[in-house]
T-cell receptor
């Protein structure tokens, strides 16, 4: 089946530290991969995405590379800020059974990140 | 462009009651998906509608149902509420075709069942 496994939190770092949140996936076929972020009291926002192997998604200083050989999509940022404190979700999108144009998103369990000033 | 809106933002109900949540997608989006978010189970997919047709369904009991109107607005209904239904219910809209399109999430409806 299709699934996403991500690093358990919470993760606490000091401002300007390097961040890695690990994410691995299991999927049939060739999924698209996403990182979503959820700030307190809000819905999810797409942070970045990659649609094929070796693609690198990037946004707001965050990066993740679609690694097919290791089935991974680890999130990294070189220097975190207090404003990055949030919950981060790794997710994949796969075609739905029965509807070739449809897809469904499967989320990981989320990693809570807290940044100390 | 206005984002995804969900109403109401907060709801308190008692066991056995039913509830209807509403979602208005981004203009032009034809796909609406619903998710349940709880601390214990995380984000779980409920169902997806596209042009008034349910295309996808998650693993939830029949008490959870939904529909989509011709203007793409969607409603989700939960009947015979249980304590375990307390959760944040998120709606997401997208153009609805292919696996590459981004889903845009609303702020959610926080349902508390007493």
């Amino acid at each position: 089946g299709n699934s996403v496994t991500q690093m358990e939190g919470p993760v606490t770092l000091s401002e300007e530290a390097f961040l890695t949140i690990n994410c691995t996936y299991t999927a049939t076929g060739y999924p698209s991969l996403f990182w979503y972020v959820q700030y307190p009291g809000e819905g999810l926002q797409l942070l970045l995405k990659a649609t094929k192997a070796d693609d690198k998604g990037s946004n707001k200083g965050f990066e993740a590379t679609y690694r097919k050989e290791t089935t991974s999509f680890h999130l990294e940022k070189g220097s975190v800020q207090v404003s990055d404190s949030a919950v981060y979700f790794c997710a994949l999108s796969v075609p739905s059974e029965g509807y070739s144009s449809a897809s469904k998103i499967i989320f990981g369990s989320g990693t809570r990140l807290s940044i100390r000033p | 462009k206005a984002g995804v809106t969900q109403t109401p933002r907060y709801l308190i109900k008692t066991r056995g009651q039913q509830v209807t949540l509403s979602c208005s997608p981004i203009s032009g989006h034809r796909s609406v998906s619903w998710y349940q978010q709880t601390p214990g189970q995380g984000l779980q997919f409920l169902f997806e509608y596209f042009s008034e047709t349910q295309r996808n369904k998650g693993n939830f009991p029949g008490r959870f149902s939904g529909r989509q109107f011709s203007n793409s607005r969607s409603e989700m209904n939960v009947s015979t509420l249980e304590l375990g239904d307390s959760a944040l219910y998120l709606c997401a809209s997208s153009s609805g075709t292919g696996i590459y399109n981004e889903q845009f999430f609303g702020p959610g409806t926080r349902l508390t069942v007493l």
